[in-house]
């Protein structure tokens, strides 16, 4: 591929170039593009045999208007067993998310930063006022969900949003803890729960909250069907909320704004239940595979996902465009760089969970661009990443002035005491122990195998910083030679308090305290993984898709692929 094909990269903003524009650009033939790690799709459904039989019905499909929405509609609950006037479909959840902002936020929406660009860029592009609550490299890019909701308070924000798992890192909160949230929020005027990514996570048998969303007047969960049955193409999605809510959204989408295409899936799938449970079994096998694969390359840390996809930090030195480029023109493989995600920076790459022979080739192809022909070489880092851009100038400028040198900051007003009532929930359930952080390596230059400097700068050296205690695994981790630099001020705890009584998870998770900081090269951030953790516990084994209720074989509304 050529060096075109990768500027298309710095025309795109805050998203990535799609298939096709990558593929005219390369002048390759139609399904001969990249290994696609970008995308986050169902890889296993829909099957081949479903995919033929689209094809045999193309002309019709495409020749003729599809049935109103409220036919496709009431079929998609009849499968899911919800009532249609709790349900608004939609032109993907993008076009959801556009009319959520426009009906239901009056003047500011709270959302954590790394998150899906949307939630950030289209309330600004509209004039509202959004305030992002920063998530932590230091405490692996976990939500606190005491912590969240003191900072809305303290804000004044109206709308509140979260995202469960999280794109880009994958973070999950555990139903009861949301539960809890939306009944401390039930003061604001709306709180959206996206579940776009839920149907991929096992860390619970029914993490849905759409039954207690039908219940409240203010909530509204927000879930995919293009990214579950791996059909981004044809855009569509649904949300769930009360009567009264669904229809405010539901009487201002066009009557034929779902596609034919969507409607003749909809309409298969009462016939493909099992291959849909599957699908979903194979992708959380496959992301507990990929993980350890790629926990084995020095100085790459892969945080804990519930997702289809993980979210990774390169080594010290890597600069992820640099990478992304390289993979895609040596290597033919498309990984997804997130240095125009607020909150992030081109250090980390959230890669798609592919079957074993992808992941094998993008495995292969990392170690060749990162470490070249000296595995673990030493590579200097970049003093700066790609800045962030929404694509739209009103919002960068918006973002620049508001934002853009303080979202450090923005976590401040949080830190005084935590929400009454509200109990911080562990972000992962993976109930396993997790290193803590330590200060970071001061940055360098660009990517590639370097020699390694024989005459070292010579730098103030920091305070000592107590180390983290060993993870109980069978393989020793390795940890590098510390890098000197200036200590970092520790931000201030934030006391929550605690409930009358506990819950276990809750419990579990305060015996590993939340370092601060940002981690060094080698080590692992708090909420990452090492080849040795992988290796040496079960906390991360996928639990099996179980029985599938009622006569046709499809999912309860609790959610898709599990029992009730």
């Not at 409220?70 to 959801?96: H, K, W, Y």
């Not at 596609?259 to 096998?285: C, I, K, T, W």
């Given at each position: 591929?050529?060096?075109?094909?990768?500027?298309?990269?710095?025309?795109?903003?805050?998203?990535?170039?799609?298939?096709?524009?990558?593929?005219?650009?390369?002048?390759?033939?139609?399904?001969?593009?990249?290994?696609?790690?970008?995308?986050?799709?169902?890889?296993?459904?829909?099957?081949?045999?479903?995919?033929?039989?689209?094809?045999?019905?193309?002309?019709?499909?495409?020749?003729?208007?599809?049935?109103?929405?409220?036919?496709?509609?009431a079929e998609l609950c009849s499968l899911l067993q919800?009532?249609?006037?709790?349900?608004?479909?939609?032109?993907?959840?993008?076009?959801?998310?556009?009319?959520?902002?426009?009906?239901?936020?009056?003047?500011?929406?709270?959302?954590?930063?790394?998150?899906?660009?949307?939630?950030?860029?289209?309330?600004?592009?509209?004039?509202?006022?959004?305030?992002?609550?920063?998530?932590?490299?230091?405490?692996?890019?976990?939500?606190?969900?005491?912590?969240?909701?003191?900072?809305?308070?303290?804000?004044?924000?109206?709308?509140?949003?979260?995202?469960?798992?999280?794109?880009?890192?994958?973070?999950?909160?555990?139903?009861?803890?949301?539960?809890?949230?939306?009944?401390?929020?039930?003061?604001?005027?709306?709180?959206?729960?996206?579940?776009?990514?839920?149907?991929?996570?096992?860390?619970?048998?029914?993490?849905?909250?759409?039954?207690?969303?039908?219940?409240?007047?203010?909530?509204?969960?927000?879930?995919?069907?293009?990214?579950?049955?791996?059909?981004?193409?044809?855009?569509?999605?649904?949300?769930?909320?009360?009567?009264?809510?669904?229809?405010?959204?539901?009487?201002?989408?066009?009557?034929?704004?779902?596609n034919s295409f969507a409607e003749h899936v909809v309409?298969?799938?009462?016939?493909?239940?099992?291959?849909?449970?599957?699908?979903?079994?194979?992708?959380?096998?496959?992301?507990?595979?990929?993980?350890?694969?790629?926990?084995?390359?020095?100085?790459?840390?892969?945080?804990?996902?519930?997702?289809?996809?993980?979210?990774?930090?390169?080594?010290?030195?890597?600069?992820?465009?640099?990478?992304?480029?390289?993979?895609?023109?040596?290597?033919?493989?498309?990984?997804?760089?997130?240095?125009?995600?607020?909150?992030?920076?081109?250090?980390?790459?959230?890669?798609?969970?592919?079957?074993?022979?992808?992941?094998?080739?993008?495995?292969?192809?990392?170690?060749?661009?990162?470490?070249?022909?000296?595995?673990?070489?030493?590579?200097?880092?970049?003093?700066?990443?790609?800045?962030?851009?929404?694509?739209?100038?009103?919002?960068?400028?918006?973002?620049?002035?508001?934002?853009?040198?303080?979202?450090?900051?923005?976590?401040?007003?949080?830190?005084?005491?935590?929400?009454?009532?509200?109990?911080?929930?562990?972000?992962?359930?993976?109930?396993?122990?997790?290193?803590?952080?330590?200060?970071?390596?001061?940055?360098?230059?660009?990517?590639?195998?370097?020699?390694?400097?024989?005459?070292?700068?010579?730098?103030?050296?920091?305070?000592?910083?107590?180390?983290?205690a060993p993870y109980p695994g069978p393989v020793p981790?390795?940890?590098?030679?510390?890098?000197?630099?200036?200590?970092?001020?520790?931000?201030?705890?934030?006391?929550?308090?605690?409930?009358?009584?506990?819950?276990?998870?809750?419990?579990?998770?305060?015996?590993?305290?939340?370092?601060?900081?940002?981690?060094?090269?080698?080590?692992?951030?708090?909420?990452?993984?090492?080849?040795?953790?992988?290796?040496?516990?079960?906390?991360?084994?996928?639990?099996?898709?179980?029985?599938?209720?009622?006569?046709?074989?499809?999912?309860?509304?609790?959610?898709?692929?599990?029992?009730?």
């Amino acid at each position: 591929m050529s060096g075109n094909v990768t500027s298309l990269f710095r025309g795109t903003a805050a998203h990535s170039p799609s298939m096709a524009a990558l593929t005219r650009e390369s002048g390759e033939a139609a399904g001969a593009g990249p290994v696609d790690f970008c995308i986050p799709c169902n890889p296993y459904f829909p099957t081949p045999a479903m995919f033929d039989e689209m094809a045999a019905r193309l002309r019709d499909i495409i020749t003729y208007y599809p049935s109103s929405a409220d036919t496709i509609t009431a079929e998609l609950c009849s499968l899911l067993q919800l009532p249609p006037q709790c349900v608004a479909m939609g032109n993907g959840s993008t076009e959801l998310i556009t009319w959520i902002d426009h009906l239901l936020v009056r003047e500011s929406l709270a959302v954590p930063v790394p998150t899906f660009g949307r939630w950030t860029d289209q309330p600004m592009e509209t004039g509202k006022r959004v305030d992002m609550f920063p998530l932590q490299e230091s405490s692996g890019f976990a939500l606190d969900l005491a912590q969240y909701a003191e900072f809305i308070r303290v804000r004044g924000t109206r709308v509140a949003v979260v995202c469960n798992p999280n794109n880009p890192d994958g973070g999950f909160l555990h139903k009861h803890a949301l539960v809890q949230f939306m009944d401390a929020m039930a003061d604001r005027d709306l709180v959206v729960i996206d579940e776009s990514f839920l149907e991929f996570a096992d860390a619970e048998a029914e993490p849905s909250v759409v039954q207690e969303a039908m219940l409240r007047p203010n909530v509204v969960v927000l879930r995919s069907l293009g990214k579950n049955f791996g059909l981004h193409g044809i855009r569509f999605g649904y949300l769930v909320a009360n009567p009264a809510l669904a229809g405010r959204v539901r009487a201002m989408l066009p009557k034929w704004n779902l596609n034919s295409f969507a409607e003749h899936v909809v309409f298969m799938l009462r016939d493909h239940g099992p291959e849909y449970a599957q699908s979903l079994h194979q992708v959380r096998r496959d992301r507990l595979e990929m993980a350890g694969q790629l926990s084995s390359l020095p100085g790459l840390t892969v945080y804990p996902s519930q997702g289809n996809f993980l979210f990774v930090r390169l080594p010290v030195g890597a600069e992820g465009t640099v990478l992304r480029d390289r993979m895609l023109t040596e290597h033919r493989v498309l990984v997804r760089e997130c240095g125009n995600k607020i909150g992030s920076s081109s250090r980390f790459l959230r890669l798609v969970v592919r079957p074993q022979a992808d992941v094998r080739r993008l495995v292969s192809g990392l170690e060749q661009v990162l470490y070249g022909s000296r595995r673990g070489a030493a590579v200097p880092e970049p003093a700066t990443g790609t800045s962030y851009s929404s694509g739209t100038a009103a919002v960068d400028r918006l973002m620049s002035e508001t934002n853009g040198s303080g979202l450090r900051g923005l976590a401040a007003p949080a830190a005084g005491a935590g929400n009454p009532g509200l109990v911080a929930a562990p972000a992962v359930g993976t109930g396993m122990p997790l290193p803590a952080a330590v200060p970071a390596a001061p940055a360098a230059a660009a990517i590639g195998p370097m020699p390694v400097p024989t005459a070292p700068q010579q730098v103030p050296q920091p305070a000592p910083v107590p180390q983290p205690a060993p993870y109980p695994g069978p393989v020793p981790v390795p940890h590098p030679a510390p890098v000197p630099q200036q200590p970092m001020p520790a931000p201030a705890p934030v006391p929550v308090p605690a409930p009358a009584a506990v819950p276990a998870p809750a419990a579990a998770a305060a015996q590993y305290p939340v370092p601060t900081g940002p981690t060094p090269p080698g080590v692992p951030a708090r909420g990452g993984l090492t080849a040795a953790q992988v290796r040496g516990t079960n906390g991360l084994e996928s639990v099996p898709a179980t029985g599938w209720p009622g006569p046709q074989n499809w999912p309860n509304p609790a959610g898709m692929g599990r029992t009730g």
